[in-house]
């Protein structure tokens, strides 16, 4: 399995961490000490999930020539922020490529749902009913994000992301899916109770940060080492990893254990916020151009509900 090309959108409007400092009184250096993030991204009034999703799948075919809108024959969405739980975004993507006859599926998984996407486009693959599969992960955090919460409102940012895979290699760009795994922890800790979104009553809540935290790291880390090990190789091995856009401290914290150096990290919270599960696709984005063939990515990711997974790449 091959992702030929990755395309991601963000809304214009950036929303720093001032405008926090206005609302309910958190500093712009507090935020920043325990988040790393700077800014973050708001969609405008008109925009919403499915919107951004169609705006990513619009660029990532308008950059993948030998990828035709009519051979798409599976649309897996993503997101846990929908504009609609009916019409999904995947279902206006299928709208707007006017496909007919084919599966299209919405999933929900937290900020884990891209490799879980992915694992379902793997199973079509190898079961012969689908070759040329488009994924699109989109998140809409501030349609529902609670801005005076002092524990988490200043964490989300709103963005969107789409992939196209096929079982064959297209172009050399192409990057080689080595492996995937996904794994719930569920029974874990608090993740019931840690993150939670009911929009009924306050928007998304992280009431226990810190056992998300502990959780991530160690799952992440985990996860990370048994793709690698999978495939008899090293982090030395790893050009880059690209963790869950949650938390910088949750990103060195992985760093660490693992012994990989800084630099080997891609991040974008500092200017994106917690972008959900569109967050790492939209960092391989911002990567995609710079990989060197022969070079190795991690894709590591940890979300609410403690659902986790690692993706070895290659060019």
């Known amino acids: 399995m091959y992702i030929h090309q990755v395309a991601a959108y963000l809304p214009a409007e950036i929303i720093t961490n001032e405008h926090f400092t206005r609302i309910n009184g958190l500093s712009n250096e507090w935020i920043t000490e325990r988040t790393?993030?700077?800014?973050?991204?708001?969609?405008?009034?008109?925009?919403?999930?499915?919107?951004?999703?169609?705006?990513?799948?619009?660029?990532?075919?308008?950059?993948?020539?030998?990828?035709?809108?009519?051979?798409?024959?599976?649309?897996?969405?993503?997101?846990?922020?929908?504009?609609?739980?009916?019409?999904?975004?995947?279902?206006?993507?299928?709208?707007?490529?006017?496909?007919?006859?084919?599966?299209?599926?919405?999933?929900?998984?937290?900020?884990?749902?891209?490799?879980?996407?992915?694992?379902?486009?793997?199973?079509?693959?190898?079961?012969?009913?689908?070759?040329?599969?488009?994924?699109?992960?989109?998140?809409?955090?501030?349609?529902?994000?609670?801005e005076l919460d002092t524990m988490a409102g200043h964490l989300w940012g709103d963005g969107s992301a789409a992939l196209l895979l096929t079982p064959e290699r297209l172009a050399p760009t192409d990057l080689d899916v080595r492996t995937v795994i996904t794994g719930g922890a569920g029974n874990i800790g608090k993740a019931d109770i840690s993150v939670t979104l009911k929009p009924v009553e306050k928007g998304i809540v992280m009431p226990f940060g810190k056992d998300v935290f502990i959780n991530a790291c160690q799952y992440m880390t985990r996860v990370t080492q048994q793709v690698l090990e999978r495939n008899q190789l090293s982090v030395e091995d790893v050009r880059y990893l690209i963790p869950h856009q949650a938390n910088l401290r949750i990103t060195k914290n992985v760093l660490q254990q693992l012994g990989l150096p800084d630099d080997r990290a891609v991040s974008n919270i500092e200017e994106l916020g917690n972008t959900g599960c569109a967050g790492a696709a939209i960092a391989l984005a911002d990567t995609w151009s710079s990989l060197q063939e022969g070079e190795h990515v991690v894709i590591t990711v940890f979300g609410g509900g403690y659902s986790y997974g690692a993706m070895l790449l290659k060019r």
């Open 36 to 146: 790393g993030i700077r800014a973050r991204r708001k969609a405008a009034a008109g925009e919403n999930t499915n919107t951004m999703a169609l705006e990513a799948t619009r660029r990532v075919l308008a950059a993948a020539p030998a990828f035709a809108a009519t051979e798409v024959d599976l649309i897996v969405g993503a997101t846990y922020t929908p504009h609609d739980t009916i019409y999904t975004l995947a279902h206006a993507v299928q709208r707007e490529l006017d496909v007919s006859d084919i599966p299209v599926v919405s999933i929900s998984s937290a900020c884990s749902s891209l490799l879980n996407a992915i694992e379902i486009v793997e199973g079509y693959f190898a079961l012969g009913k689908a070759r040329r599969a488009l994924v699109v992960v989109s998140e809409h955090n501030t349609a529902y994000n609670n």
